[in-house]
């Protein structure tokens, strides 16, 4: 019930390409959706975030659509470059907010764009 | 404004002995978060801390304990260390505030038990 799962686990992409990732859950009761980067070395930085109660947001390159009835939700990042390049995770979140802070993990694309 | 801080940033320890990791917030933040980061479990949540109390526990043994201080400053601690302990453990922060959910990671602490 509480598992996210992602894809591709790898994924190869041409400069100036779309990057598509995938994530699926089962528990409706996740209530908040992040993407994370991370690059060798560091910690995940947060990218992106979205809500169930929009269907997609766009932060520059980066878009997230979700699909509620689906119970999917992508990451698009549009002209790809090589600094791109790194792991993505999804996430999700449960509603409570006053119950703490729980993300739970899906289980990481490898993204290299190609220059 | 300052990120989160982890300490140290690489630690090696034997099996059976004791490790204490650090973690100071974002200013501002009252929320803290650890996970531990392995290439076949991938990020698993450890536990939250909250105004000095456990508010989420995830599943791992009792061997894994923390606490939080007054100024938000956190600590894990692992006693008893196996092998399948080295790990990358990261900490997260965040503000709590009606539905804000962001969590900032620190840049982790490398933990290899020999």
């Known amino acids: 019930q509480q598992q996210v799962k992602q894809s591709p686990q790898s994924l190869i992409v041409q400069k100036g390409g779309i990057s598509i990732i995938n994530c699926a859950y089962e528990?409706?009761?996740?209530?908040?959706f992040p993407w994370y980067q991370q690059f060798p070395g560091k910690g995940p930085a947060l990218l992106i975030a979205?809500?169930?109660?929009?269907s997609e947001k766009k932060e520059g390159r980066f878009t997230i659509s979700f699909n509620k009835s689906a119970k999917q939700f992508s990451l698009h990042i549009m002209d790809s470059q090589p600094g791109d390049s790194a792991t993505y995770f999804c996430?999700?979140?449960?509603?409570?907010?006053?119950?703490?802070?729980?993300?739970?993990f899906g289980g990481g694309t490898r993204l290299m764009v190609k220059p | 404004k300052a990120g989160v801080t982890q300490t140290p940033r690489y630690l090696i320890k034997t099996r059976g002995q004791q490790v204490t990791l650090s973690c100071s917030p974002i200013?501002?933040?009252?929320?803290v978060s650890w996970y531990q980061q392995t290439p076949g479990q991938g990020l698993q949540f450890l536990f939250e801390?909250?105004?000095?109390?456990?508010?989420n526990k995830g599943n791992f043994p009792g061997r894994f304990s923390g606490r939080q201080f007054s100024n938000s400053r956190s600590e894990m601690n692992v006693s008893t260390l196996e092998l399948g302990d080295s790990a990358l453990y990261l900490c997260?922060?965040?503000?709590?505030?009606?539905?804000?959910?962001?969590?900032?990671f620190g840049p982790g602490t490398r933990l290899t038990v020999t």
């Open positions: 997260a922060s965040s503000l709590v505030l009606a539905r804000t959910y962001e969590q900032y």
């Open positions: 528990n409706t009761a996740f209530d908040y």
């Open positions: 979205i809500r169930p109660d929009v």
């Open positions: 996430a999700a979140s449960l509603k409570n907010n006053n119950a703490g802070n729980m993300l739970t």
């Open positions: 200013s501002g933040h009252r929320s």
């Open positions: 801390y909250f105004s000095e109390t456990q508010r």
